[in-house]
Nanobody, 123 residues
Framework: QVQLVESGGGLVQAGDSLSLSCAAS????????MAWFRQAPGKEREFVAA???????YYADSVKGRFTISRDNAKNTVYLQMNSLKPEDTAVYYC?????????????????WGQGTQVTVSS
């Protein structure tokens, strides 16, 4: 069992930066693929970025070059550094985890989810 707690959301202006953190409880954090998803009002939850146990990273095209995902296995924490934020980045951001080395952007393949943190980008 893994419990995830996100933090770091807030209200920023377009062009600003924001960093999200996701603290995980439970053992063997290093064996989990970790991901960030987001959900805007009235829209489906969408993949943002993922990092697998080997350290490989993957991004949605909409955030590539602006967002960076990283992990600190000693702290059981995954991060999302968001730069050059745009109003369309406004959403609730969720941290997710799945056991194993493979990456996926499919929502239902992640077994564990945090409660979400709101990110609002004003124009």
């Amino acid at each position: 069992q893994v419990q995830l707690v996100e933090s770091g959301g807030g209200l920023v202006q377009a062009g600003d930066s924001l960093s999200l953190s996701c603290a995980a409880s439970g053992r063997s954090f290093s064996n989990y693929a970790m991901a960030w998803f987001r959900q805007a009002p009235g829209k489906e939850r969408e993949f943002v970025a993922a990092i697998i146990p080997s350290g490989g990273t993957y991004y949605a095209d909409s955030v590539k070059g602006r967002f960076t995902i990283s992990r600190d296995n000693a702290k059981n924490t995954v991060y999302l550094q968001m730069n050059s934020l745009k109003p369309e980045d406004t959403a609730v951001y969720y941290c997710a985890a799945r056991w194993g080395p493979l990456v996926t952007s499919t929502v239902h393949l992640y077994a564990y989810w945090g409660q979400g943190t709101q990110v609002t980008v004003s124009s």
